[in-house]
């Protein structure tokens, strides 16, 4: 089952009609409202191959529908990618599934860890031990990002972060990159030059006037994650209609700004961004709908780890550590099975297990040359 929105009502007619030809059941989406516009659409149902006819067809009246229909089907198909970072490749489905980036906070403030990891010497011997564990990525933030933190000056989050990226680009294995959690330009450069090779914004590029024409000059990778408000802000009542539909015309939003601004949309990463401006009850529909994201034809990165809406399922509303570690990782497990391509993770050995876990579930075994064996019978 697929949802097209944006439809006019030319376009919902002629869509719903050449459906009917072709016998594929179409129902009436509920409409919801983007910005200032609502949007209409249709719900079909139907094998890849009806629905590829169904695009070609509709392209004869509609030229934009059919190529619309075209990409998600392509983007569905998708089940290898790499990222191409300028060190080197990074395997986004081999063992264990997903690529794993460890979480290293060097703030006073954390949720998690509590500056457990401010100091240089823990910092990069904690780092490390992610690596042994499994983490292919290392993303350093240098600014709290939890519910109700005050931002920091770039001035103090450069210097956190830059001496942890300087010598953790000499003393990581081969093959393990930096990412830098930020959501200021001149911090993003900054790491950049000290060696991160991917730009993770929890605002989606947004918050920074000038992330965006930053990112495409760097030519780097960014993560652009989903988050109504601020930080200080975001969980003061969010509210959605119909979150799933919402989120993504979100970030389609924003990945088109992304690439108008010079981003290359080979570069783009998606973030749902639970727990950023999201009720209970819309971090749970994410996990439930994650295949819905591979609609936006980009590799989709999520951060469960620890987060509290795991600590009110599992009965446990305390501070957010290890204690929550197996609601982490069964919700691990859920996503990759649901088709999420990165894991942002504070246990990478964990996480290993719960990706080799969402593997299996899903139907396919991850190989160490990165090719899925669908269908192949699980390893006892």
């Known amino acids: 089952m697929l949802r097209v929105d944006g439809l006019t009502m030319g376009q919902l007619k002629g869509l719903r009609e050449k459906a009917r030809l072709l016998n ?21 149902s139907a094998d890849t191959t009806a629905l590829g006819s169904l695009a070609r067809d509709i392209s004869i009246d509609y030229a934009s529908v059919g190529r619309a229909l075209t990409d998600l089907l392509e983007a569905m198909a998708v089940r290898s990618r ?32 509590g500056g457990k990891y401010s100091g240089p010497e823990a910092a990069i011997s904690h780092a490390l031990l992610m690596a042994s564990e499994g983490a292919q990525l290392i993303d350093v ?35 393990v990159q930096i990412s830098v959690d930020t959501m200021k330009s001149e911090v993003a450069r900054a790491a950049v030059g000290a060696g991160a090779e991917i730009i993770n914004d929890v605002s989606g590029l947004a918050a920074d006037p000038a992330m965006r024409a930053t990112a495409a000059e760097l030519g780097v990778h960014v993560i652009i994650n989903h988050m109504r408000g601020s930080p200080r802000s975001m969980q003061d ?106 894991l942002r993770t504070h246990d990478p050995a964990r996480a290993v297990v719960a990706a080799r876990l969402g593997a299996v ?20």
């Open 141 to 175: 933030g240098g600014e709290s990002t939890r519910p109700g933190a005050l931002p920091v000056l770039a001035g103090e989050e450069m210097q956190r972060v830059l001496p942890i990226i300087e010598r953790l680009r000499a003393e990581l294995p081969s093959g």
């Open 82 to 113: 790499r990222l191409n970072l300028k060190s080197g490749e990074l395997q986004l489905d081999a063992d264990p599934g997903v690529l794993i980036m460890g979480i290293l906070n060097v703030t006073p403030d954390s949720f998690s860890d």
């Open 237 to 342: 009542g969010p509210a959605y209609r119909h979150v799933i539909p919402e989120v993504i015309a979100d970030l389609s939003y924003l990945t088109t700004e992304a690439m108008r601004q010079g981003i290359d949309r080979e570069r783009i990463i998606l973030d749902p961004g639970i727990g950023f401006g999201k009720r209970h009850i819309d971090n749970l529909a994410i996990l439930r709908h994650l295949p819905t994201f591979a609609s936006l034809g980009r590799p989709v990165a999520l951060g469960v780890s620890r987060k509290s809406f795991l600590g009110k399922i599992a009965g446990d509303d305390g501070p957010a550590t290890m204690e929550r570690a197996d609601a982490t990782m069964a919700a691990e497990a859920l996503a990759v099975a649901g088709g999420v391509h990165i």
């Open 24 to 44: 594929i059941p179409a129902a009436e989406a509920m409409p919801y409202r983007h910005r200032d516009d609502w949007s209409e659409g249709l719900v079909l």
């Open 361 to 380: 579930f899903a139907g396919r075994v991850p190989r160490e040359d990165g090719k899925d064996t669908k269908d192949a019978p699980p390893a006892d």
